[in-house]
């Protein structure tokens, strides 16, 4: 069966701090990885993708991602969170063909204290 | 391009009362799906679109509920009867021909009365 593991439910830093967010995933076959961001009140956005290649993913506003097959994993990091950071993060993985539903992690929910 | 557009952005009715949710894919998006979602549930998917085509209704709730795509760029989500439950945010979410990413809509936030 495919799913998608976030297991942090709630994470709080401090501003500057570095940021890692971990997502784990079970997919029979290749699998496509995303991980999306959702502002407080808005809909979710695309954050970053990976489809093949480089397993370190540069995706939007300094995030980063990195596809590690051996563990199953898709990181979510920054080097260096702002206050404005603050959101809900979502893993979610797919099946390689495309054009098929997404398995959504339960997010996490990411406070970032001025 | 305008992205996912849904309508209305706000609906609160009263219990019993039937409650149309529309969206506009992103043009040239083959796949649409709908989703709702609620502090205590988290996302849910609800229904998903492939060139119109129901491919998976197994997330609606119940009979109540009911979509359709009648073409590649209108989908409605209905309710009817509505029921306080189904507060929450529906989002509307489309996909192209690439690797699956999908793009989603502002959401309609729906309060039951």
């Known amino acids: 069966a495919q799913s998608v593991s976030q297991h942090n439910h709630h994470v709080i830093l401090s501003e500057a701090a570095s940021l890692e967010l971990g997502c784990n995933y079970s997919?029979?076959?290749?699998?496509?990885l995303f991980w999306y961001v959702q502002y407080p009140g808005q809909h979710l956005q695309l954050l970053l993708k990976?489809?093949?290649?480089?397993?370190l993913v540069k995706g939007i506003k300094g995030f980063e991602a990195e596809f590690i097959k051996s563990k199953f994993s898709f990181n979510l990091r920054k080097p260096s969170v702002q206050w404005s950071d603050t959101a809900e993060y979502f893993c979610?993985?797919?099946?390689?063909?495309?054009?098929?539903?997404?398995?959504f992690g339960t997010g996490t929910r990411l406070t970032i204290i001025p | 391009d305008a992205g996912v557009i849904q309508s209305p952005r706000h609906e609160v009715t009263e219990m019993g009362q039937e409650v149309t949710l529309r969206c506009k894919p992103i043009?040239?998006?083959?796949?649409l799906f709908w989703y709702r979602q609620t502090m205590m549930r988290g996302l849910e998917l609800l229904i998903y679109?492939?060139?119109?085509?129901?491919?998976?209704d197994s997330g609606m709730p119940e009979d109540r509920f009911s979509a359709k795509m009648p073409n590649a760029s209108f989908s409605t989500l209905k309710i009817q009867p509505s029921e306080p439950r189904d507060s929450a945010v529906y989002f509307c979410?489309?996909?192209?021909?690439?690797?699956?990413?999908?793009?989603f809509g502002p959401g309609t936030r729906l309060t039951v009365t």
């Open positions: 043009s040239g998006h083959n796949s």
């Open positions: 979610a993985g797919g099946s390689r063909s495309g054009n098929e539903k997404l398995t």
């Open positions: 997919y029979g076959g290749t699998v496509n």
């Open positions: 679109f492939n060139n119109n085509v129901p491919i998976d």
């Open positions: 979410a489309s996909s192209g021909q690439g690797w699956g990413e999908q793009y």
């Open positions: 990976y489809f093949s290649g480089d397993p």
